[in-house]
DNA sequence: GTCTATATGGGGATAGAC
DNA sequence: GTCTATCCCCATATAGAC
């Protein structure tokens, strides 16, 4: 990938924390540019938009994702894929946790942005692995399975910022747990 | 309870609604105005401010709520309570559902009022009374069994991708199989 | 690429009449 | 209790110089 201006890079970076923190809609650009030590008429040089610059950064959400989700689905062993599954959150969110609080926050402000991410390729091909490994596994009901499992997985993003490390692990070895044999 | 003015009920409904659907920083209070056939400025003579009108949707909403959890903590059998709790996204009236999200959302808006929410002794006693059921069917991890179905509850409320009831309703039993002997 | 200065609109909120 | 009119701020966005 090229690199991009520093500045450029930074405002990424800034929003991505200020917008997961506080919300896309309470963070004014001034704010983010005093933030980033720039001047605010160059977010707009930049991105074009406030809303376009939170599009931006969605999309290099997904892409610093991918690779996390392309380990689950190398995954062959169905049992074992589950497993993994339900460690995303952990494993994402100690590097990736703001992209994915600020993926949560913007269901609510920006429903449309939201539904591009769950439509996007990661997370179909996502859902679909694990719908595949509750088949192999002879679940009754592999949709309804996927979608609980999914939803909590979902949420475990949304605990895991909330309560301190030990607990989220102990909380994510109980859910693993309940999928176990 | 005495009764309000009409108009008066009228602003709190609509503003739930459009504050559930759209997100309480993307409805301006002309907006709510306009949909509830009143002035805008009576907006304020009523609330004093916007937030002060969300504060009062949300009292209204937690009062509201509390008798489907009385219901809920009446039950004495623990396993036909929690089969109940799963329940109660379905028995709720579609206002109620309308709070539910509304509460998800402010979140992130606006975490001290979630918070309050959240620390409301309706909330709170209903989350007792499901460990206390947990305790009693010898679960061995009662608190983590609580926050795993609470979660699952809270989402069952926002689940809006299937407004089809009989799909939700199917998904509830899936849930409530889960929690069988 | 970046800054400074500025335009524009819209959102929350108030005043005052009825 | 309710409406109309209006204020003011601040957030997004643009223009133009460097």
């Known amino acids: ?22 919300g896309y809609a309470n963070v004014p650009t ?12 160059l977010i707009f040089r930049h991105f074009g938009s406030k809303e376009a610059l939170l599009d931006a950064i969605l999309e290099l959400g997904i892409e610093q994702v991918e690779h996390f989700v392309a380990e689950v689905k190398q995954e062959t062993n169905p049992r074992l894929r589950i497993q993994k599954v339900i460690q995303l959150p952990l494993l994402v969110t100690r590097e990736h946790e703001e992209f994915w609080k600020l993926q949560q926050s913007i269901k609510y402000h920006n429903p449309e942005l939201a539904t591009k991410y769950r439509q996007s390729e990661v997370f179909q091909s996502l859902v679909k692995s694990v719908e595949d490994a509750f088949s192999n596994l002879k679940y009754q009901n592999p949709k309804a399975e996927t979608q609980l499992l999914m939803m909590i997985i979902t949420n475990l993003f949304t605990i895991v910022e909330q309560e301190d490390l030990i607990i989220k692990e102990a909380f994510v070895k109980f859910v693993q747990s309940k999928y176990e044999e």
Chains 1, 2 share one sequence.
């Open 30 to 41: 001034s704010k983010i540019a005093k933030a980033a030590d720039v001047s605010e008429g």
């Open 1 to 22: 990938m090229l690199k991009m201006t520093d500045k450029k890079e930074r405002i990424l970076e800034v929003a991505l924390r200020l917008f997961a923190l506080e």
